[in-house]
């Protein structure tokens, strides 16, 4: 059973970059067709994907964040991470590491999730 | 980008009442959607995926429709454990943009 545990500061001072870091048990980060991605939830509100890498180590972002974002892998470690820079009080939200699932070509799914941290943005 | 868009926004249901929550698409997707369930506190879990597969473990009450923009969730028998809010997302687009959520409440 794949398992996936975010790990990094809950708070993170305005201007500053936020870091994460999201371990996964159960199975190798390097095999299988998966792309390991990073998705938010601001508290009350809705789900945003921020971004992802494949197995590869090719990435993609979302644009709104692009600028901001980077995300990486350590295959050593078995974990991959984000970082966002220049953060606002708009930043602070629950961060989810997120597995997703390839199917019918280039479809995908997210199957697997951490069980989320909370990123507070705050002088 | 690509916007969802869930009607309802929230709606209320009583045990054992048929539910049904749709989901547009601002363009074609083909049968690119998934539906999550996520309950207070907790990640979001996966209900159905490719618009019509249940994921495994998922109970058969969960079933999915559709193709193109129009979409739908449809909860045959609600059960006191399926009070929660739903997200469709579309993984047409590398952007995995998802709809604005449903909740179901009592």
């Known amino acids: 059973q794949v398992q996936l545990q975010e790990s990094g500061p809950g708070l993170v001072k305005p201007s500053q970059t936020l870091s994460l870091t999201c371990t996964v048990s159960?199975?190798?980060?390097?095999?299988?067709?998966?792309?390991w991605s990073w998705i938010r939830q601001p508290a009350g509100k809705g789900l945003e994907w921020i971004g992802r890498?494949?197995?590869?180590?090719?990435?993609n972002y979302n644009p709104s964040l692009k600028s901001r974002v980077t995300i990486s892998v350590d295959t050593s470690k078995n974990q991959f991470s984000l970082r966002l820079s220049s953060v606002t009080a708009a930043d602070t939200a629950v961060y989810y590491c997120?597995?997703?699932?390839?199917?019918?070509?280039?479809?995908?799914?997210?199957?697997?999730w951490g069980q989320g941290t909370l990123v507070t943005v705050s002088s | 980008d690509i916007q969802m868009t869930q009607s309802p926004s929230s709606l209320s249901a009583s045990v054992g009442d048929r539910v049904t929550i749709t989901c547009r698409a601002s363009?074609?997707?083909?049968?690119?959607l998934n539906w999550y369930q996520q309950k207070p506190g907790k990640a979001p879990k996966v209900l159905i995926y490719?618009?019509?597969s249940l994921q495994s473990g998922v109970p058969s009450r969960f079933s999915g429709s559709g193709s193109g923009t129009d979409f739908t969730l449809t909860i045959s028998s609600l059960q006191p454990e399926d009070f929660a809010t739903y997200y469709c997302?579309?993984?047409?687009?590398?952007?995995?943009?998802f709809g604005q959520g449903t909740k179901v409440e009592i």
């Open positions: 363009q074609s997707i083909s049968s690119y």
């Open positions: 997302q579309q993984s047409y687009s590398t952007l995995g943009t």
């Open positions: 997120v597995r997703a699932s390839e199917y019918s070509g280039y479809g995908y799914y997210f199957d697997y």
């Open positions: 890498i494949y197995t590869s180590g090719s990435t």
């Open positions: 490719a618009a019509s």
């Open positions: 159960g199975g190798s980060i390097s095999s299988g067709s998966y792309y």
